[in-house]
Each structure stands twice: as C-alpha cells, then as structure tokens.
C-alpha cells in the first residue's frame, strides 16, 4: 500500500515586547515578499528543517524575518487545518517568543492585541487563540512573565501588561498578592520614581538583584 503524503511543518512566532511609552504589550507582524500573500503582513515564520528544534525555528524566524534577537520562547499550541497555506497541507506549530530590546528590521510593525491588522494565512487566528494562552501563562509560567518583565520592574509595569494581554484593569492588592506568592520574585530594597509621584516599589527576580550599594532607578518621566 502506497504511503499518503505528509504535510509541512512550520513554526510561526508571536513575537512580543512590553513598550513603556504606550503601555502596551505588542506583537510583531512584517510584509510577506514572496507568494503566497506577498505583501501581506504576516506573523515571522519559517519551515522547520529536518532534525532542527522548534524553539531553533522560532530564533531563526524572528532573526532572519525581523532582525531581533529573543530573551525567550515557548511553544502555545498547534493548528492543523490541512486547507490552512494555499501551497498544500501545513501543519504550524505557534510559539510565544519575546524579543530583546533593539531596533527591528525596516518594515516591522507592532501593534497592541486590541490593534490587529488583516494578516495572511490563518495568523488572525493564531493571534485570537494565542491571546488567552498568554494571559495563562501570565504570573505563573516563569520564563515567559520573566523574558516580558525583564529582571526588575515597578508594580505599574505589572499592572500595564496584566492589562494589555488581560484587556482590563486588575485589582491591585489582587496582583500584588499574586506576585508575592511567585517563587523568585521579591520585593526590592531599591525604589523606582514615576513621574512626580512618590518612590514606588520595585519587584526583582532573584538572580537579578543588584550588589549592595546599587543606587535607586532614576525618575521615568
């Protein structure tokens, strides 16, 4: 009995970062330059090669199609629908990455989970169903909070992403609690200035916490 064919295997990354003027955690889509969709925006993906990692496909997705580096990544879920890329049966597997602070390739854009954009493919739906996934993972999966954190943030910066991947305020004594209970994550003894406002506190995963003597963050205006 002849073997059915096989389907593809791509690897598409929702590709984060938390930006501090907007308030916004955002993801990142740039224009397809060749067929199917070209000219479309399109979450960074590629083709998985043979033997190679799914978490190796996402750095090379989100380097080569956006010219970043990542903190992190992890995989979300999987689609499978055989009629989803026009060039045959692809089954995409969707991994959550963040990137590292720098400029991307000429032509990224971000946008916030309550600004999608018309994208190519199925990556409409990538975006709806990864959404609840990450706020899932929010708080309580420590490499993803960690990499969309960063080493050491004030409570308005958990409040800001809790927020903008949740699409409403939380409870602040809610959150704090929540963040007192994550193993790793402790209250600093340094203090950061919003604004004008009055020193605020500071959250530090462990194994970032400065050497004694470390000055207080300076004033974010």
């Known amino acids: 009995m002849d073997r059915p ?96 602070d720098g400029d991307a390739t000429p032509g990224v854009e971000w946008h916030s989970f309550d600004d999608v954009p018309p994208l190519a493919f199925d990556h ?26 960063g080493p050491a943030f004030p409570v308005s910066t958990a409040v800001a992403i809790t927020q903008s991947l949740v699409g409403s305020a939380p409870d602040r004594g809610n959150l704090n609690r929540r963040l007192a209970a994550i193993t790793g994550l402790r209250v600093s003894d340094r203090k950061v200035v919003l604004g004008r406002g009055r020193p605020g506190s500071l959250w530090e995963w462990h194994d970032a916490l400065p050497t004694p003597g470390t000055p207080s963050l300076p004033s974010q205006e």
């Open 5 to 100: 064919p096989t389907s593809n295997v791509s690897v598409d990354a929702l590709t984060l970062r938390f930006n501090p003027a907007t308030r916004d955690v955002e993801f990142a889509v740039v224009r397809r330059v060749t067929q199917p969709y070209a000219g479309r925006l399109a979450l960074p993906g590629v083709t998985l090669w043979e033997g190679e990692r799914l978490a190796d496909a996402a750095v090379r997705a989100v380097t080569r199609k956006l010219g970043l580096s990542l903190r992190d990544q992890g995989q979300l879920t999987v689609f499978d629908e055989p009629a989803r890329d026009p060039r045959g049966a692809t089954l995409s597997a969707l991994l959550w990455a963040v990137a590292e």
């Open 124 to 149: 409409n739906q990538m975006i709806t169903v990864g959404r609840p996934l990450l706020v899932d993972r929010l708080w309580r999966n420590e490499a993803f909070t960690r990499a969309l954190t």
